[in-house]
């Protein structure tokens, strides 16, 4: 272990040297505030990984940091300010400034922190030692767990004893398992896995909310199947989400959206979940998914119309057109790994090319509108109400039955024939 002593020094880039950057860091050291980037914006430079989000440490208090921020004519938010946290709003780019704190108790889910003004202290409340770096703005680094020797061999170690961390807060069990699928290389670190089986049963205890963030972020990863396959092999999986259980399908998944259109969390969610409608809404539930993403889910684990390669043209025309564009392609996705994984991920050529075949077709459908409403048979003389209602359904399948051939004044006279 280092004595935290900034030996190394990581080549300013563009993030660090930005207008917007350098006027939240003038704003904080013009009232002497002493500053440092943390977190995944100095792990992610080290690696020369793209730098998302800006995050900042200081020895100023959060009343203090406003102060500083508004006399510098920059807009500052308190968006977690009895916790030391102020967001920065330069040049429309948010940077979220948090005063140096250390744990005072912790019970799982959230802590009761006070401000110190010793960065290693702050450093040690942190969850995984390359996560714990911090630099200055001209690029000096201060690595007090050797961190970015863990970053380089694709090591995930936990800072200090697993187990503490993770008690201290839960959330942090999913944690190491969404970064070993971002930045990791096997084998996983021992003890910090092992401490994952041994609390394994607390993840229930934390917020939905905060299960379905980590999930999604998980799933996310270029080729998660390898830690999804060995978090259900030892049981993490199957303690907050026991519906996720076709690691199969989600490998076959992975490997066509490597060829199609890449990762989306939410489908490979649905490529995981066994038990169709029932499932999907007890993920969702559990997950407190938003409305959109519940939404999807169930319609993706009971879709309103099956797409497989051998439908006659027709009826994929008819299938296609019941389904939102979005929607169309994911289902060929979803049949096409659940086939792959049928056929134990060897398709043949004949096939692939068929589910290929199929999901070109999907992607370029324009979805098509019968062109007579509820408003054409109001002024026929329909009456309003249920069997208005019936009689429309009864005419669009109709439409649809003659591959959408139909114009406005055929559907018009078909409309007419059915009234009378």
């Known amino acids: 272990m280092t004595d935290g002593a900034a030996t190394e020094r990581l080549t300013p880039q563009p993030w660090m040297t930005a207008p917007a950057t350098l006027a939240v860091l003038r704003a904080l050291a013009g009232g002497g505030a002493a500053a440092r980037f943390v977190g995944g914006c ?12 800006i995050d900042i440490a200081t020895d100023a208090r959060p009343e203090r940091v406003m ?59 942190r969850d995984f030692t390359f996560n714990a ?16 020797a863990d970053l380089a061999a694709g090591r995930v170690r936990f800072v200090g004893d697993a187990e503490t961390r993770i008690r201290e807060d839960v959330l942090r069990l999913l944690r190491f398992f969404r970064f070993n699928a971002h930045y990791g290389r096997p084998p ?26 980590e999930t999604l972020r998980l799933l ?32 076959a998944l992975v490997t066509i959206e490597g060829i199609t259109l890449g990762a989306d969390p939410v489908r490979r969610l649905a490529a995981l979940l066994e038990g169709g409608t029932t499932a999907a809404l007890a993920a969702a539930e559990r997950l407190r998914l938003s409305i959109a993403q519940r939404e999807r889910l169930v319609a993706l684990a009971a879709p309103v119309a099956a797409l497989t ?7 994929r025309r008819r299938a296609f057109n019941r389904l939102d564009d979005a929607l169309r392609a994911d289902l060929v996705l979803l049949g096409w790994a659940m086939a792959s994984a049928g056929a134990g991920g060897r398709l043949s050529r004949q096939d692939t090319e068929g589910w290929q075949e199929l999901l070109e077709q999907a992607r370029a459908w324009q979805r098509r509108t019968m ?50």
């Open 42 to 53: 100095v792990r992610d430079a080290c690696i020369g990984r793209a730098v998302k989000d």
């Open 309 to 315: 390669p051998d439908l006659a043209p027709a009826d």
């Open 67 to 125: 102060e500083l921020l508004k006399a510098a004519g920059i807009h500052a938010v308190p968006t977690g300010i009895e916790h030391g946290t102020v967001t920065a709003v330069s040049d429309h780019r948010p940077y979220e400034i948090t005063t140096l704190r250390r744990d005072v108790s912790t019970d799982g889910r959230r802590a009761v922190v006070a401000f110190t003004d010793d960065w290693r202290e702050d450093a040690a409340r």
């Open 371 to 420: 062109p007579v409403k509820g408003r054409d048979a109001l002024a026929l003389g329909a009456a309003p109400g249920p069997a208005l209602g019936a009689l429309l359904d009864e005419l669009e399948a109709w439409w649809e039955a003659g591959d959408f051939a139909a114009d406005r004044d055929r559907c018009l006279a078909e409309l007419k024939r059915r009234l009378q």
């Open 188 to 213: 996983l670190d021992p003890d910090g896995l092992a401490a994952c089986v041994r609390l394994a049963p607390m993840l229930p205890g934390l917020s939905g909310e905060r299960l379905a963030q």
């Open 133 to 148: 770096m911090s630099c200055t703005a001209d690029g000096q680094l201060f690595d007090y767990f050797d961190g970015r």
């Open 220 to 251: 996310g990863a270029p080729n998660p199947v390898a830690i999804v396959a060995l978090m259900a092999e030892r049981g993490i999986v199957a303690a907050y989400l026991a519906e996720a259980r076709r690691i199969a399908v989600l490998q």
